[in-house]
């Protein structure tokens, strides 16, 4: 369990005691622990991004009537019962106006189906009142590693030696999203994969990524990453470590308002900002692979850019149906590149597309129409025309300049 | 004590607010129509939301799980985080009960809700006290003092049937 922020000197209780306290307390009403006050709950803690497992006691409503009896100082015991017994409590934490309270237990002690019972203890002169559950909290959604396996058949799959034929895929999928309980990053391990029944099926794939990010500033959220995966095929004919750092950010807002949020134009957001550098080492390649990749290392810098959604002329309001416009860019920058001619040349590439979409709701057109005929109408989904302009290089095809406009229709649910 | 939790909940309804207006420019400046926005439309993606988090954590030492964003308003969000808007103003409501009269302190808080009204705020006195605790814990815009406010909280606490928890939700409608 990470550090709680704020954690007083309630550190490591003594559940022993506690449990004398509790037999020897006087029932109070007002010390009840009604439902929605006791929640158990996952979330990361920062800067660290570490998740922790915490269980959440509301006492709002406990120290409101505190304050008649001035009981509040004191109420400073918990005793936690998990499926009937006493569990030792690894740290108590409390929010700054100290209305709510959070628990935290030895890694294994909240585990999915367990059911929970705390009581709170309280001093009025020489007296401990106490108070309690009225029913006890059963554990969800505690299980730290999350997976799925799935089974399909792919009908002609193209295969490495360039016939296709019918294939079955084992696609698994698992995570660890948090290895080290105490560390200043969150540590992460992932899995995926697709095995083929066909050993030469280009699409059989299995990805392994240890990872590490946290959010160093105090001040604003700014995540950073690094990252190593390791990628192969199931025969292990092309294996390669792509290791990487990354940021990703948005922007204060509010200083902007005059500028982009008016009658003239709405832009209620900042852009997302995505930067990161990636290292990669093709360990093993067939012949393929290094006819297209000559170098066996390759270092890249990348950044993505996207800004949605900005609507224009929408006078005083803001609505789905607003003529909107949408940005995006990327760039590349990928030093000692090697031409055909075996000259080594730095590539800086970029990639930028706007989107204009123009609000047709009064087309209603019956793809974008939900349920039966008679609520068609007052269920049809409002729907915009997007004219999509792109000019740059595009990654996929080898960083090929393309210049294209495209045209489509969209739902806006 | 330095603080009454019902207005702490709104103290950190308040800079969850205006961080919002960092975050995003359709927050709403008024308070109450703001607790009425969707954290779906004000924090559609995952790196608002983490921000929003980061804030909460180090602002008031908040732990915001990530099923926080899926409720309908910033008030139920709020609600996520503190012990509920209803909860509390139900035990203000108990104090002031327990404080007219000592037979509530032996009833639990839930039983409390359960009371009617009129039965329990039984003299135009405790309901004005009532009245003014109130003023001095909830911003205007939820609990405004102004004009005929203070007869129309009377009316709100006399209305035949009405139980204290459905008081409550009439305050905050």
């Known amino acids: ?413 | 004590m330095a603080h009454n939790p019902l207005s702490s909940w709104f103290a950190n309804l308040l800079e969850i607010h205006d961080h919002m207006q960092t975050l995003n420019l359709l927050t709403d400046p008024d308070l109450k129509k703001f607790a009425a926005q969707s954290p779906a439309t004000l924090l559609p993606s995952d790196l608002l939301k983490r921000n929003l988090s980061q804030f909460c954590f180090t602002q008031f030492g908040q732990h915001v799980p990530d099923t926080a964003f899926s409720v309908t308003t910033f008030s139920d969000l709020n609600d996520v985080l503190s012990p509920t808007l209803h909860l509390i103003t139900r035990a203000v409501l108990m104090g002031a009960a327990i404080e007219h009269d000592q037979k509530y302190s032996a009833m639990t808080q839930t039983a409390l809700g359960k009371q009617l009204s009129a039965a329990v705020f039984d003299t135009a006195a405790v309901r004005g006290k009532l009245f003014d605790t109130l003023d001095g814990l909830l911003p205007t815009s939820f609990f405004p003092t102004d004009g005929t406010a203070s007869q129309a909280f009377d009316q709100l606490l006399t209305t035949a049937n009405r139980t204290i928890d459905q008081a409550i939700d009439a305050i905050y409608a």
């Not at chain 1, 401990?128 to 559950?133: I, L, N, R, S, T």
């Open chain 1, 1 to 413: 369990m990470n550090t709680l922020p704020r954690t007083v000197l309630l550190a490591c209780l003594a559940t022993a005691a506690l449990q004398a306290q509790a037999h020897n307390c006087i029932h109070q009403p007002n010390l009840d622990l009604s439902a929605g006050q006791v929640k158990f709950e996952i979330a990361p803690t920062f800067p660290s991004l570490v998740p922790i497992q915490y269980l959440r006691i509301g006492l709002g409503p406990i120290k409101v009537l505190a304050t008649n009896g001035d009981w509040w100082k004191d109420i400073a015991n918990y005793e936690v019962l998990v499926d009937k017994k006493p569990v030792p409590i690894g740290a108590l934490g409390l929010t700054r106006d100290e209305d709510t309270a959070f628990l935290t237990f030895p890694p294994g002690v909240l585990t999915n189906g367990r059911k929970v019972d705390v009581r709170i203890a309280a001093m009025q002169g020489t007296q401990w009142f106490c108070g309690w559950q009225t029913t006890p909290l059963a554990i969800t959604g505690a299980a730290p590693i999350d997976g799925s396996i799935g089974a399909s058949w792919v009908p002609q799959q193209a295969l490495t030696s360039g016939a296709k034929r019918d294939v079955g895929h084992l696609d698994i999928q698992l995570e660890d999203k948090s290895l080290v309980a105490k560390s200043p990053a969150r540590i992460y391990l992932k899995g995926t994969g697709t095995i083929s029944t066909d050993g030469k099926d280009k699409s059989s794939s299995m990805v392994g990524t240890l990872g590490a990010e946290f959010a160093p500033l105090h001040t604003w959220y700014l995540p950073i990453q690094f990252e190593n995966k390791v990628t192969a095929d199931q025969i292990l004919a092309n294996v390669s470590n792509v290791s990487s750092a990354g940021m990703r950010t948005i922007f204060p807002w509010r200083w902007v308002a005059a500028l982009l949020f008016n009658n003239a134009i709405k832009a209620p957001q900042s852009p997302e900002l995505d930067l990161s550098a990636q290292f990669e080492r093709r360990i093993q390649q067939d012949a393929a692979s290094m006819k297209k990749f000559m170098d066996p290392n390759a270092f890249r810098l990348y950044s993505e850019f996207n800004w949605t959604p900005i609507h224009l002329f929408t006078g005083k309001g803001y609505s789905a149906n607003d003529l909107a416009v949408e940005f995006a860019g990327k760039g590349w920058y990928l030093p000692h590149q090697r031409n055909g001619a075996g000259r080594s040349f730095d590539r800086l590439e970029g990639l930028a597309e706007i989107s204009v979409l123009f609000p047709v709701g009064a087309l209603n057109l019956p793809i974008f129409q939900s349920g039966d005929k008679a609520s068609a109408t007052s269920t049809a989904a409002k729907q915009r025309i997007r004219f999509k302009y792109s000019l740059g290089a595009n990654e996929s095809t080898g960083f090929k300049h393309v210049s294209q406009l495209s045209i489509g229709v969209e739902a806006v649910k």
